[in-house]
Nanobody, 121 residues
Framework: QVQLVESGGGLVQVGGSLRLSCAAS????????MGWLRQAPGKEREFVAA????????AYADSVKGRFTISRDNPKNTVYLQMNSLKPEDTAVYYC??????????????WGQGTQVTVSS
C-alpha cells in the first residue's frame, strides 16, 4: 500500500528555516504529483505547494511564494519542502500528499501522518 512518511518538522524561531522531507513507498513515485498541505489549530487544511511528476509544473499558495520551495528526487522517492523566512502564521501540521493525477492543488489521494512545524516569536 502507499505510504508517505514526513520528517523534518520542529521548533524554529521567526525568520528561520526548515526542510521537510517525505519518503514515499508503494507507488510509482515518478508518475505521481506530490504536494504539501498544512493545517493550523482551529483552521481547515490548506494547500501549500505541489510539484508535477515531470518537474516542470509547480504551484504555491500566495502566502508562501518566495519563501518556500518544493522539490523532488525521483530516484530517492522523496519530495522536499524548503521553508525559509518562517513566520508565526506558518505554524501548523504539514502533510505530504500524492496523487496519480496529472496535476492538482486540492485533490490528492494519499496522505502522510503529518509533521508539526512551530514558529516561535
Amino acid at each position: 500500500q502507499v505510504q508517505l512518511v514526513e520528517s523534518g518538522g520542529g521548533l524554529v524561531q521567526v525568520g528561520g528555516s526548515l526542510r521537510l522531507s517525505c519518503a514515499a513507498s508503494g507507488l510509482t513515485f515518478s508518475s505521481y504529483t506530490m504536494g504539501w498541505l498544512r493545517q493550523a489549530p482551529g483552521k481547515e487544511r490548506e494547500f501549500v505547494a505541489a510539484i508535477g511528476w515531470n518537474f516542470i509544473r509547480t504551484a504555491y499558495a500566495d502566502s508562501v511564494k518566495g519563501r518556500f520551495t518544493i522539490s523532488r528526487d525521483n530516484p530517492k522517492n522523496t519530495v522536499y519542502l524548503q521553508m525559509n523566512s518562517l513566520k508565526p502564521e506558518d505554524t501548523a501540521v504539514y502533510y505530504c500528499a500524492a496523487t496519480p493525477r496529472l496535476f492538482t492543488e486540492d485533490n490528492f489521494d494519499y496522505w502522510g501522518q503529518g509533521t508539526q512545524v512551530t514558529v516561535s516569536s
